[in-house]
């Protein structure tokens, strides 16, 4: 596409209205080679089940464990997970390692996103670029949730899953509480989202 013109779908931002990549090319020639993930105070360090505290159950464990498993195996999560538990319980570490180990295979991966930012991606047509082609591209993403959820963040997790399943993509939410805590606020919707985290439904680890 001739940098003169510009695209009425996606107006150059490689990313339509419809959360999908413009067939325009625009995202070809704005896109950025990316040779390692964003640094965090967690980068390098290795995601240990045997060092989580005592408070954690042991589906907890378990579920952590074989998804990191198959990562280091290759093998990108096939379903969407809300990941529960209180802070101080592991969940940034172990998100860190998981997408440290995505990407050594070539997996398409970014870093950790809070909700509110990603929502302001979706939404604003002048939101962070690199976050709407995260959200379009990332074979996994990770979003965090925040204690207090915003208004409208069941329906907003709902609208990502919906969108980026149907690219074949897949999400794990992290909460830093309780399944009590998110029931609290919204029961219905969050009963309606936690399933076997399938097209937009997430499989709960907590």
């Not at 980068?43 to 042991?58: K, M, Q, R, S, Y």
């Not at 997790?157 to 074949?168: A, K, S």
Request: glycine residues 6%.
């Amino acid at each position: 596409m001739s940098n003169s013109l510009v695209c009425l779908k996606c107006n150059n931002t490689g990313i339509d209205s419809d959360f999908n990549i413009c067939d325009c090319g625009a995202l070809d020639l704005r896109r950025k080679e990316k040779t390692s993930l964003p640094l965090s105070p967690y980068t390098g360090i290795e995601f240990n089940v045997d060092l989580l505290p005592d408070n954690v159950t042991p589906s907890y464990k378990e579920g952590l464990t074989y998804i990191l498993d198959g990562a280091k195996k290759g093998r990108v999560p096939s379903y969407n997970t809300l990941v529960i538990s209180p802070i101080s319980t592991g969940k940034t570490i172990f998100a860190t390692t998981l997408l440290e180990t995505l990407s050594s295979h070539c997996e398409s991966v970014s870093s950790i996103f809070d909700i509110l930012d990603i929502k302001d991606a979706m939404y604003n047509t002048g939101g962070n670029f690199d976050l709407k082609e995260a959200l379009a591209k990332d074979k996994f993403m990770v979003i965090r949730i925040p204690l207090l959820l915003p208004f409208g963040t069941p329906e907003l997790m709902y609208t990502i899953l919906q969108r980026r399943t149907g690219l074949n993509n897949y999400t794990m939410f992290l909460f830093s509480g309780s399944i009590e805590d998110l029931k609290k606020q919204k029961e219905q919707v969050i009963q309606r989202l936690v399933q076997d985290g399938s097209f937009c439904t997430v499989k709960l680890i907590c």
